[in-house]
């Protein structure tokens, strides 16, 4: 299903949660809403679902206007994190349910929840109770009873969230594989950016009701639009006075331009490790983290704090030690526009 929002509003009560917000979403893609806590993720998808009324704007699915539409016209299964299967009822029962209140017949009814549960994964589990099962399995009969109806639109709100690390990882894959078969245009919304990284084709960044950016994970990372969308999306330094810095001397700092500048475009090394030691600067090792493959390495320049990376197999860095350091690329922002930087 293509989804065309336009101009979408939403108070609680004086509380502006959701601040004009347009987007469209292909048919078949799988969209991630990220973003911090609050920031009007879920208004966004109940108001698409039909569970919350939108005080101005338009949602159209497929070009029709669904504004008025109730939820259960809309086509749409949901996963929740806490949209609890029927404790009461087998993973039969709990896919087919959808289906048994659409008054399908039995035999129909039968082959569809065998579907789903071949490709949920689930075979051999139809005739177990919800309590027999493990917070992953339960999560996969969530989604094989979501989809028993054939929604058009799938709305995932944080499905994982309450499940630890290990099998989140193996559900987001799962679910990746899932949703390429299935064919179905999906959201999900998560505060995890590995999670919304790893299983969306594109990403929405909200913050404070609004949409600031969106696009596919690599266009968001490598082109962010606003200094939130930088600190948020992949490790970076955020800095005032990049001026300072060597190569960006003609940066001017009294219009507000901030620069953000992300771990691979910094390095730090002995000053015969340079080509060129003179475009490099002084710089003091701060802390070391070690990250299994590289270490983290934290360096003072100039008054600033820059994180970057230095592989195992170099020579070894100290704290307290001075360093030489070359900054490569910066991406700039000011009120007006964001722009990258490159230290020639
Ligand atoms: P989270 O990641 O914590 O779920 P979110 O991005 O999904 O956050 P929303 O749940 O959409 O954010 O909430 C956006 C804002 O609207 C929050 O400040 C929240 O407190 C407020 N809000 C949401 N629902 C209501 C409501 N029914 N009444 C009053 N305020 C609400």
């Given at each position: 299903m293509h989804i065309e929002v336009r101009n979408?509003?939403?108070?609680?009560?004086?509380?502006?949660?959701v601040k004009d917000v347009s987007f469209e979403i292909e048919k078949g893609h799988l969209i991630g809403l990220l973003g911090p806590s609050g920031g009007g993720k879920t208004s966004i998808l109940r108001m698409l679902a039909g569970l919350e009324g939108l005080d101005s704007g338009e949602i159209r699915f497929h070009g029709k206007l669904v504004n008025a539409l109730p939820p259960q016209e809309r086509g749409i299964g949901f996963v929740f994190q806490n949209y609890a299967l029927f404790k009461h009822m087998t993973v039969f029962d709990n896919i087919a349910f959808g289906l048994k209140v659409k008054k399908i017949p039995h035999a129909k009814v039968k082959s569809r929840v065998m579907e789903?549960?071949?490709?949920?994964?689930?075979?051999?589990?139809?005739?177990?109770?919800?309590?027999?099962?493990?917070?992953?399995?339960r999560q996969r009969v969530a989604f094989a009873r979501a989809l028993a109806p054939e929604p058009q639109l799938l709305l995932l709100d944080e499905p994982f969230a309450a499940i630890d690390a290990k099998i989140r990882q193996e559900l987001r894959t799962w679910l990746r594989d899932l949703i390429e078969r299935v064919g179905i245009t999906s959201i999900f919304v998560t505060h995890d950016q590995d999670e919304a990284i790893e299983v969306a084709d594109e990403i929405m960044i909200i913050n404070q009701g609004r949409v600031e950016q969106k696009g596919t994970p690599w266009d968001i990372y490598k082109e962010p639009k606003t200094p939130f969308v930088a600190t948020f999306?992949?490790?970076?330094?955020?800095?005032?006075?990049?001026?300072?810095?060597?190569?960006?001397?003609?940066?001017?700092?009294?219009?507000?331009?901030?620069?953000?500048?992300?771990?691979?475009?910094?390095?730090?090394?002995?000053?015969?490790?340079?080509?060129?030691?003179?475009?490099?600067?002084?710089?003091?090792?701060r802390h070391l983290h070690f990250r299994g493959s590289e270490w983290l390495v934290e360096v003072e320049v100039a008054g600033h704090k820059l994180i970057t990376y230095r592989s195992l197999e170099k020579e070894t860095l100290s704290i307290g030690q001075e360093v030489r350091v070359l900054v490569h690329r910066a991406y700039l922002f000011n009120e007006e526009r964001s722009w990258i930087m490159e230290n020639r």
């Open positions: 979408l509003n939403k108070h609680f009560g004086d509380f502006h949660a789903l549960v071949e490709l949920t994964g689930l075979k051999g589990f139809e005739k177990r109770y919800p309590h027999q099962l493990s917070g992953g399995q999306i992949g490790e970076s330094t955020l800095i005032d006075h990049i001026s300072e810095l060597k190569g960006f001397e003609e940066v001017k700092n009294d219009s507000g331009t901030r620069a953000l500048i992300r771990p691979e475009y910094i390095e730090v090394g002995h000053e015969h490790e340079f080509i060129l030691a003179s475009a490099t600067e002084a710089g003091i090792i």
